[in-house]
């Protein structure tokens, strides 16, 4: 059984959980970020490729407008890579274990498993919500 | 308790047959070895268990029954299937099928003795756990690191479920030797049912590597022999073997060889891993020089070296001596003593004249000399550095000499100043208590006392410029060995196979394990496959670093600042048998 409900977060993007419900035994929840927003990422390009642009015209030097670029691209790969969780995604599986998952926007996936002899007890922690008057 | 059955993915699409392996109470698991196919004896099946229970220490039985047919089973092939289950008696009796061609399997478990509670039947009695035997039985667990503020007592004796599983697959090999082309009474199927895999190479090698490694140990311990004979003790051969780091590094190459070519076979993993990265960081370290000593001798590389060396070693000096001219003279606008800045710098321009000389005395044999270093890199990369650093370190010596001078002078003025300082005021050191102390003094201690204070207070500029000057030199030279040193550790320590092992084969260095859920249907038991998380490169790197030569900067940076400020010697590197402080 799939069940589907959306949030949003302090900035205001989309969050989507979905819990799927396999047997009495076995449970997934997947909680989905907002994806990387062309708006921030364009931003970003345009500050960094300006600042390497007032420098070059600075020291004259077409090396740095080829070292902007490049360290845009490994910027946005490393981010990509590293940083920007797509999805997270708990599996309860009763007396095996709990397993989380985080999958970035590179489509690396990162997998903890804790076996259930190893779970001392539960810790539910508040949500916030934030308000603005 | 989920009843947890463990089956291995060789033997999904495999004829019906019997359920072998073993049954793990404690946490309700059953993993599955191997599928017995009819038709078979009952007595040789029950023989060939206990033949593998003694081998193996493993608990296998029979666990239950695989059916695989197409269609579900009729009725007399169920009843045939329950009165196995008479013949090899077990606890709970497993009854796993499936449809030729289906996806989804069912699972029946029968308890002998009526449970405990009433439990529901069918899809939460049962979860199939598909796993990869090969991968499973070459892996190696490596739990995460227990916090080091947990008691000892409290030991996780309950091993948990998956670290069971692993080891009872690591443990089975005795029931996976028996293959399809072996004729025996029974018929097993499991991951090398196909065949045994085995290469000629490693069984030759491993056949020719006894009396090889027999012969380079017995070598080995007559190297060592020699190494430790009397001869070495005495002093100066045992000084400058402590001092220099080619020694250093060549006893720490020794003692890698030793234990590579050792003849005691290796007890667990962790040191069969240590033995095979020294192996590949020997062969590293070796290949790296090979290749530096064919650079350095294609094109007479060691002549133009050679030539160059002496005018360096002539231009560092004519700088030194232009520096202590400057120091002279109204160093950065700076006024100085005259008279004490003549004497020291003098006496530093004279030393630098005696340090020209003997350059100059051994400019013929520098060639040979260098020859003779390049020759070293055979023996490896890190022996080449080491031998670097030992030649920066003679080569530079004139300045660690200025550098001591100027320290004890700043030193000695220092522990003059601050103890007339006390007079000054009329205190004193009570060395009996540690403590600084009232005391009166006469008219005259007060008066000479006063005289020399003022004496050394304007002394004090000329004295602490060049200690500055020397140190920072001094600085500089350790700056460049302590470089040199980290690219040796950095070799020395490098664990190069387990790496390559992380790198091409990920499902050996497992860090943990995780599941996926497969095609579920409602009514038939939940069905996960589980694969291998592999450990992550920085753990690789923590867990198997061979130890390096213990080399570190034993002061902390605040106590290097304060050593600075009073005038204490630095030797920033601690050797290997220093006492400690």
Known sequence: MEDERSFSDICGGRLALQRRYYSPSCREFCLSCPRLSLRSLTAVTCTVWLAAYGLFTLCENSMILSAAIFITLLGLLGYLHFVKIDQETLLIIDSLGIQMTSSYASGKESTTFIEMGKVKDIVINEAIYMVSI | MVLKAFFPTCCVSVDSGLLVGKWVPEHSSAVVLAVLHFPFIPIQVKQL???????????????????????????????????????FPHEPWLQLCRERGGTFWSCEVTHRQAPAAPSAPGEDQVMLIFYDQRQVLLSQLHPPTVLPDRQAGATPASTGGLAVVFDTVARSEVLFRSDRFHEGPVRLSHWQSEGVEASILVE????????????????????SAVGACRVFRLWPLSFLGSKLSTCEQLRHRLEHLTLIFSTRKAENSA???????????????????????????????IGHLADALVPVADHVAEELQHLLQWLMGAPAGLKMNRALDQVLGRFFLYHIHLWISYIHLMSPFVEHILWHVGLSACLGLTVALSLLSDIIALLTFHIYCFYVYGARLYCLKIHGLSSLWRLFRGKKWNVLRQRVDSCSYDLDQLFIGTLLFTILLFLLPTTALYYLVFTLLRLLVVAVQ?????????????????????????YRLAAGVKFRVLQHEAGRPLRLLMQINPLPYSRVMHTYRLPSCGCHPKDSWGALCRKLFFGELIYPWRQRGDKQD
């Open chain 2, 204 to 223: 030759l090698a491993r056949r020719a590597s006894g009396p090889v490694c027999l012969l380079l140990a017995s070598l080995l311990s007559l190297v």
């Open chain 2, 482 to 506: 302590g470089l040199i040193h980290l690219l040796v550790d950095l070799i020395n320590s490098l664990p190069l196979y387990s790496l390559g092992l992380r790198l091409c084969r990920p």
């Open chain 2, 271 to 301: 040191q069969l891993m240590r033995k095979a990265n020294t192996v590949a960081s020997v062969l590293l370290d070796v290949a790296l020089g090979l290749t530096l000593l064919s650079w350095l001798h294609g094109r007479s590389r």
């Open chain 2, 49 to 87: 268990l206990a033949q593998v229970r003694q081998a193996s220490q493993v608990g296998v039985a029979v666990l239950g029954t695989w059916c695989h047919c197409r269609q579900e089973p009729e009725e007399s092939l169920g009843r045939f299937l329950e009165g196995l289950g008479a013949v």
